[in-house]
Structures are given as structure tokens and as C-alpha cells.
T-cell receptor, first 112, second 113 residues
């Protein structure tokens, strides 16, 4: 079945630690996105990539980094510079610029 | 003013009721519109696209009013399973020729027996 997978479902981060969230899609979509959702709030764009080996900062990129070495994969690293990382992280992908986005099941990141 | 605004609710309605949500957008160059549904602690899922001519899917009807710059979602004969947060999504054309997707913060709906 085609779809988007994210792992892990829950992730715990210690102070000063970098952690990486995985996002994989087998939909053959060119564009991939990372969003952050805080309780009771809308989605905020962290980073996006429209093509392999290229990515752009979104609205809240500080403290995060990404890579896009393969079309299928778009991992997000939450660095120690991100002082308030506790949130629900959603990865999405889509084919065209005006097409709908399809989301993965999300990763919930908690700080110990 | 936010680019996309929704009434956060919550809307509390009895089963069988009709409920409507609106979503206003500020960019007149917006071109594509969608409604997503998000269940608690889950990812958003596409509910329906919103076309200029309106769009109906069973108990759900979506409409676009370009003159007043809002989209609406009407749910008829509400079911308990309709309880969720409904997000409106607007895709706008940028001055650079690119596109920007903006998600509303969502409207929470509780349907009660």
C-alpha cells in the first residue's frame, strides 16, 4: 500500500540532545513538508523540499535541520538549539503545488 | 489579521443536527481550497476539496464565496463519529510565482447523543 510513514510514534529527548525524526513516502511525490502542531493550535511549517537535494526554510526553521538525499525520505533533526521542542510533528507530501497534501501519522516529541 | 481564520469553537451539537463552519482568507489570489478532518492525536486527513461550483459528498457540502473570501463546510444529520477538528486549507499564489499552503487553526466539533 502507498503511503507516508513516520517513526518513531513517540520520542523522548534529553536536554542538549539532538534527535532525528524519520519520514518516508512511497507515493512518488516530489514535494515533502515538515509541520509542527502545538496543543489547540494550527500547523506551522518548519521546512519543505520540492525536489531531491533541495529544501527551503518554513516559518519556524530555527533549531531544526533537514536533508533530502532521496526522493522517498525527508528526515528532520531537532537540535539542541530548539528550546521548546515538545510538540506533535507531522510530515506530509504531495505531487503538484496546488494539490492536496497527504500526512504521515506523526511523531510526538517530549522532553525529559 | 491572520491569512486564514476559523472560529475555534467548540461547536456542541446533538446527533442529527446540521452544523456549518466558515473559514475566511485574506489573500484574494488564493486558488485552491480544502477541508481536512483531524481526530484527537491523529494526523489531518483530507475531507474534501472546495470547488467554485460547490462540492457535495454525502452529508457534507463545501462552498466557496470568492467575493467575500470565505469557504464553508456544512454537515447534515450529524453523527457521533463526526466529532473532530475541521481544518480549512488555502493555497495562494505568491508574487514570485510560487505557491503557499496555509492551514487554519481548526474548528472543534462535538456531536452528542
Amino acid at each position: 500500500d502507498g503511503g507516508i510513514t513516520q517513526s518513531p510514534k513517540y520520542l523522548f529527548r534529553k536536554e542538549g540532545q539532538n534527535v532525528t525524526l524519520s519520514c518516508e513516502q512511497n507515493l512518488n511525490h516530489d514535494a515533502m513538508y515538515w509541520y509542527r502542531q502545538d496543543p489547540g493550535q494550527g500547523l506551522r511549517l518548519i521546512y519543505y523540499s520540492q525536489i531531491v537535494n533541495d529544501f527551503q526554510k518554513g516559518d519556524i526553521a530555527e533549531g531544526y535541520s533537514v536533508s533530502r538525499e532521496k526522493k522517498e525520505s525527508f528526515p528532520l533533526t531537532v537540535t539542541s538549539a530548539q528550546k521548546n521542542p515538545t510538540a506533535f510533528y507531522l510530515c506530509a507530501s504531495r505531487t503538484g503545488a496546488q494539490e492536496t497534501q497527504y500526512f504521515g501519522p506523526g511523531t510526538r516529541l517530549l522532553v525529559l | 489579521r491572520k491569512e486564514v481564520e476559523q472560529d475555534p469553537g467548540p461547536f456542541n451539537v446533538p446527533e442529527g443536527a446540521t452544523v456549518a463552519f466558515n473559514c475566511t482568507y485574506s489573500n484574494s489570489a488564493s486558488q485552491s481550497f480544502f477541508w481536512y478532518r483531524q481526530d484527537c492525536r491523529k494526523e489531518p486527513k483530507l475531507l474534501m476539496s472546495v470547488y467554485s461550483s460547490g462540492n457535495e459528498d454525502g452529508r457534507f457540502t463545501a462552498q466557496l464565496n470568492r467575493a467575500s473570501q470565505y469557504i464553508s463546510l456544512l454537515i447534515r444529520d450529524s453523527k457521533l463519529s463526526d466529532s473532530a477538528t475541521y481544518l480549512c486549507v488555502v493555497i495562494s499564489v505568491l508574487n514570485t510565482g510560487g505557491f503557499k499552503t496555509i492551514f487554519g487553526a481548526g474548528t472543534r466539533l462535538f456531536v452528542k447523543a
